[in-house]
T-cell receptor, first 114, second 114 residues
Framework: DQQVKQNSPSLSVQEGRISILNCDYT??????FLWYKKYPAEGPTFLIS?????DKNEDGRFTVFLNKSAKHLSLHIVPSQPGDSAVYFC?????????????FGTGTRLKVLA | SAVISQKPSRDICQRGTSLTIQCQVD?????MFWYRQQPGQSLTLIAT?????????ESGFVIDKFPISRPNLTFSTLTVSNMSPEDSSIYLC???????????FGPGTRLTVT
Protein backbone atom coordinates (compact mmCIF):
# COMPACT_ATOMS: atom_id res chain seq x y z
CA ASP A 1 0.00 0.00 0.00
CA GLN A 2 1.75 3.11 -1.27
CA GLN A 3 0.50 5.89 0.96
CA VAL A 4 2.56 8.57 -0.78
CA LYS A 5 2.77 8.53 -4.55
CA GLN A 6 4.77 10.44 -7.11
CA ASN A 7 3.30 9.35 -10.41
CA SER A 8 5.87 11.02 -12.65
CA PRO A 9 9.20 9.21 -12.46
CA SER A 10 10.92 11.89 -14.51
CA LEU A 11 10.52 15.46 -15.72
CA SER A 12 12.55 17.62 -18.10
CA VAL A 13 12.33 21.41 -18.04
CA GLN A 14 14.18 24.18 -19.82
CA GLU A 15 16.39 26.42 -17.73
CA GLY A 16 14.49 29.49 -16.55
CA ARG A 17 11.08 27.86 -16.82
CA ILE A 18 8.89 26.53 -14.00
CA SER A 19 9.27 22.98 -12.72
CA ILE A 20 6.20 21.46 -11.10
CA LEU A 21 6.57 18.22 -9.19
CA ASN A 22 3.48 16.47 -7.90
CA CYS A 23 2.73 14.20 -5.00
CA ASP A 24 -0.46 12.47 -3.83
CA TYR A 25 -1.18 10.84 -0.51
CA THR A 26 -3.95 8.62 0.77
CA UNK A 27 -3.78 8.93 4.55
CA UNK A 28 -5.78 11.92 5.78
CA UNK A 29 -4.01 11.67 9.15
CA UNK A 30 -0.79 13.06 7.71
CA UNK A 31 -0.32 16.62 8.92
CA UNK A 32 3.17 17.53 7.83
CA PHE A 33 4.68 17.28 4.38
CA LEU A 34 8.22 17.74 3.16
CA TRP A 35 10.23 17.80 -0.02
CA TYR A 36 13.74 16.47 -0.28
CA LYS A 37 16.29 16.72 -3.04
CA LYS A 38 18.79 13.96 -3.63
CA TYR A 39 21.93 14.06 -5.72
CA PRO A 40 23.72 10.84 -6.68
CA ALA A 41 25.96 9.43 -3.94
CA GLU A 42 24.56 11.84 -1.37
CA GLY A 43 21.84 11.63 1.26
CA PRO A 44 18.55 13.45 0.75
CA THR A 45 18.67 17.16 1.56
CA PHE A 46 15.70 18.86 3.18
CA LEU A 47 14.21 21.47 0.86
CA ILE A 48 10.91 22.80 2.14
CA SER A 49 8.00 21.71 4.27
CA UNK A 50 4.37 22.57 4.90
CA UNK A 51 2.01 21.97 7.76
CA UNK A 52 -1.54 20.88 7.11
CA UNK A 53 -2.82 24.14 8.57
CA UNK A 54 -1.39 25.98 5.57
CA ASP A 55 -1.98 25.69 1.87
CA LYS A 56 1.19 27.37 0.68
CA ASN A 57 4.76 27.83 1.85
CA GLU A 58 7.41 29.72 -0.04
CA ASP A 59 11.18 29.80 0.31
CA GLY A 60 13.04 31.64 -2.40
CA ARG A 61 12.58 29.85 -5.70
CA PHE A 62 10.71 26.99 -4.06
CA THR A 63 7.00 26.98 -3.25
CA VAL A 64 5.00 24.07 -1.93
CA PHE A 65 1.23 23.98 -2.35
CA LEU A 66 -1.06 21.73 -0.34
CA ASN A 67 -4.58 20.79 -1.35
CA LYS A 68 -5.95 18.80 1.57
CA SER A 69 -9.30 18.03 0.00
CA ALA A 70 -7.54 16.46 -2.98
CA LYS A 71 -4.75 14.98 -0.82
CA HIS A 72 -2.28 16.51 -3.21
CA LEU A 73 0.82 18.61 -2.88
CA SER A 74 3.11 20.12 -5.43
CA LEU A 75 6.53 21.71 -5.50
CA HIS A 76 7.13 24.64 -7.83
CA ILE A 77 10.63 25.72 -8.72
CA VAL A 78 10.86 29.09 -10.44
CA PRO A 79 13.08 29.76 -12.26
CA SER A 80 14.57 26.32 -12.76
CA GLN A 81 18.35 26.08 -12.87
CA PRO A 82 20.64 23.28 -14.10
CA GLY A 83 21.81 22.76 -10.51
CA ASP A 84 18.26 21.78 -9.61
CA SER A 85 18.69 18.57 -11.59
CA ALA A 86 18.24 15.84 -8.98
CA VAL A 87 15.72 13.33 -7.68
CA TYR A 88 12.97 14.93 -5.63
CA PHE A 89 11.12 12.99 -2.94
CA CYS A 90 8.00 14.08 -1.14
CA UNK A 91 7.40 12.74 2.34
CA UNK A 92 4.53 12.80 4.80
CA UNK A 93 4.48 12.44 8.56
CA UNK A 94 2.39 13.00 11.67
CA UNK A 95 4.60 14.96 14.11
CA UNK A 96 1.62 16.20 16.08
CA UNK A 97 0.90 12.62 17.06
CA UNK A 98 4.40 12.31 18.46
CA UNK A 99 5.74 10.21 15.65
CA UNK A 100 8.32 11.55 13.23
CA UNK A 101 8.23 8.59 10.91
CA UNK A 102 8.30 9.59 7.29
CA UNK A 103 6.54 7.89 4.44
CA PHE A 104 8.36 8.71 1.22
CA GLY A 105 7.16 8.80 -2.34
CA THR A 106 9.09 7.01 -5.05
CA GLY A 107 10.76 10.15 -6.33
CA THR A 108 10.75 12.25 -9.50
CA ARG A 109 13.96 12.75 -11.43
CA LEU A 110 14.13 16.36 -12.57
CA LYS A 111 16.41 17.34 -15.39
CA VAL A 112 16.85 21.03 -16.10
CA LEU A 113 18.16 21.61 -19.59
CA ALA A 114 20.56 24.49 -20.20
CA SER B 1 20.91 21.35 10.86
CA ALA B 2 22.97 18.43 12.11
CA VAL B 3 26.08 17.16 10.36
CA ILE B 4 25.92 13.41 9.94
CA SER B 5 28.62 11.06 8.78
CA GLN B 6 28.40 7.38 7.90
CA LYS B 7 31.00 4.66 7.60
CA PRO B 8 31.66 2.93 5.33
CA SER B 9 30.48 4.97 2.37
CA ARG B 10 30.29 1.83 0.28
CA ASP B 11 31.16 -1.83 0.49
CA ILE B 12 30.95 -5.00 -1.53
CA CYS B 13 30.23 -8.03 0.61
CA GLN B 14 29.81 -11.73 0.08
CA ARG B 15 26.57 -13.56 0.64
CA GLY B 16 26.20 -14.86 4.20
CA THR B 17 28.45 -12.28 5.84
CA SER B 18 27.47 -9.30 7.99
CA LEU B 19 28.27 -5.60 7.76
CA THR B 20 28.02 -2.97 10.46
CA ILE B 21 27.30 0.59 9.38
CA GLN B 22 28.18 3.45 11.69
CA CYS B 23 26.36 6.77 11.98
CA GLN B 24 27.90 9.72 13.81
CA VAL B 25 26.13 13.02 14.50
CA ASP B 26 27.84 16.26 15.49
CA UNK B 27 25.24 17.06 18.17
CA UNK B 28 23.19 15.17 20.71
CA UNK B 29 19.89 13.94 19.31
CA UNK B 30 17.17 11.84 20.85
CA UNK B 31 15.71 10.21 17.78
CA MET B 32 17.67 8.50 15.04
CA PHE B 33 16.29 6.57 12.14
CA TRP B 34 17.65 3.98 9.74
CA TYR B 35 16.33 3.81 6.18
CA ARG B 36 16.93 1.63 3.19
CA GLN B 37 16.71 2.65 -0.45
CA GLN B 38 16.71 -0.31 -2.78
CA PRO B 39 17.60 0.29 -6.44
CA GLY B 40 14.90 2.34 -8.13
CA GLN B 41 12.79 2.40 -5.00
CA SER B 42 11.78 4.94 -2.41
CA LEU B 43 13.28 5.32 1.04
CA THR B 44 11.85 2.80 3.48
CA LEU B 45 12.13 3.15 7.23
CA ILE B 46 13.81 0.17 8.87
CA ALA B 47 13.71 1.22 12.51
CA THR B 48 13.74 4.07 15.00
CA UNK B 49 16.67 4.06 17.42
CA UNK B 50 16.29 6.01 20.66
CA UNK B 51 19.09 6.14 23.19
CA UNK B 52 18.45 4.03 26.24
CA UNK B 53 15.75 1.85 24.75
CA UNK B 54 15.34 -0.96 22.25
CA UNK B 55 15.00 0.02 18.63
CA UNK B 56 11.51 -0.02 17.19
CA UNK B 57 11.30 -1.93 13.91
CA GLU B 58 8.88 -1.35 11.07
CA SER B 59 6.80 -4.08 9.54
CA GLY B 60 8.97 -6.38 7.46
CA PHE B 61 12.16 -5.71 9.41
CA VAL B 62 13.37 -7.78 12.37
CA ILE B 63 16.06 -7.36 14.97
CA ASP B 64 17.83 -10.60 14.09
CA LYS B 65 18.41 -9.38 10.55
CA PHE B 66 19.06 -5.70 11.33
CA PRO B 67 20.37 -5.36 14.91
CA ILE B 68 20.82 -1.74 15.96
CA SER B 69 22.86 -0.21 18.74
CA ARG B 70 22.44 3.28 20.20
CA PRO B 71 25.06 3.62 22.94
CA ASN B 72 24.82 7.42 23.26
CA LEU B 73 23.11 10.49 21.87
CA THR B 74 25.53 11.03 18.97
CA PHE B 75 26.15 7.53 17.62
CA SER B 76 24.33 4.48 16.26
CA THR B 77 25.14 1.36 14.31
CA LEU B 78 23.06 -0.81 12.01
CA THR B 79 24.20 -4.34 11.21
CA VAL B 80 22.97 -6.12 8.11
CA SER B 81 23.26 -9.79 9.03
CA ASN B 82 23.57 -12.92 6.92
CA MET B 83 23.44 -10.85 3.76
CA SER B 84 21.88 -11.88 0.49
CA PRO B 85 21.88 -10.04 -2.86
CA GLU B 86 18.41 -8.69 -1.97
CA ASP B 87 20.09 -6.61 0.76
CA SER B 88 21.95 -4.60 -1.86
CA SER B 89 20.75 -1.09 -1.11
CA ILE B 90 21.72 2.32 0.11
CA TYR B 91 21.41 2.50 3.88
CA LEU B 92 20.86 5.91 5.43
CA CYS B 93 20.65 7.22 8.94
CA UNK B 94 18.77 10.37 9.83
CA UNK B 95 18.00 12.56 12.82
CA UNK B 96 15.13 14.88 13.63
CA UNK B 97 15.95 18.58 13.47
CA UNK B 98 14.88 21.27 15.88
CA UNK B 99 11.92 22.26 13.75
CA UNK B 100 8.54 20.66 13.44
CA UNK B 101 9.95 17.43 12.21
CA UNK B 102 12.51 17.90 9.49
CA UNK B 103 14.90 15.01 9.28
CA UNK B 104 18.49 15.37 8.23
CA PHE B 105 20.17 12.50 6.47
CA GLY B 106 23.64 11.13 6.36
CA PRO B 107 25.36 10.56 3.01
CA GLY B 108 24.39 6.90 2.94
CA THR B 109 26.21 3.59 2.70
CA ARG B 110 26.00 1.84 -0.63
CA LEU B 111 26.03 -1.90 -0.05
CA THR B 112 26.43 -4.47 -2.79
CA VAL B 113 26.07 -8.14 -1.92
CA THR B 114 27.50 -10.68 -4.34
Amino acid sequence: DQQVKQNSPSLSVQEGRISILNCDYTNSMFDYFLWYKKYPAEGPTFLISISSIKDKNEDGRFTVFLNKSAKHLSLHIVPSQPGDSAVYFCAASRPTSGTYKYIFGTGTRLKVLA
Amino acid sequence: SAVISQKPSRDICQRGTSLTIQCQVDSQVTMMFWYRQQPGQSLTLIATANQGSEATYESGFVIDKFPISRPNLTFSTLTVSNMSPEDSSIYLCSVVGAGLGEQYFGPGTRLTVT
